[in-house]
């Protein structure tokens, strides 16, 4: 897959262990409160408050507001 979107740092805040992956809940830096959510499948996740990089295909991106609803790409 092609990675046209890298995100270099972000925190981990929270890493939710559910069997087969694990969700993770970072605070991407450069980008204020701003709040991303992934879920990591196979190996251990980041532990909580470790700066991590992250690469993210595009493609499988999803955006939301702060009301919860989700922002269609344009």
């Not at 897959?1 to 969700?23: K, M």
């Not at 999803?62 to 919860?68: R, T, V, Y």
Request: hydrophobic share 40%; charged share 20%.
């Amino acid at each position: 897959a092609r990675y046209q979107h890298t995100l270099r740092c972000a925190t981990v805040d929270v890493v939710e262990p559910r069997g087969h992956d694990s969700i993770v809940h970072l605070t991407l830096e450069r980008s204020g409160a701003s709040t991303s959510v992934v879920a990591v499948v196979g190996g251990m996740p980041p532990s909580v408050g470790a700066v991590t990089g992250i690469q993210m295909p595009a493609d499988r991106l999803h955006f939301f507001d702060g009301a919860g609803r989700r922002i269609e790409a344009t």
